[in-house]
């Protein structure tokens, strides 16, 4: 569990920075 919620934290920055590259 712990390391689920760990993965889905990584997962929305990497959209994050996906994101701030597109703009």
């Given amino acids: ?8 934290e990584i997962s929305i920055r990497e959209r994050v920075h996906q994101l701030h590259t597109q703009y």
């Fill in 1 to 8: 569990n712990a390391k689920q919620s760990v993965r889905g």
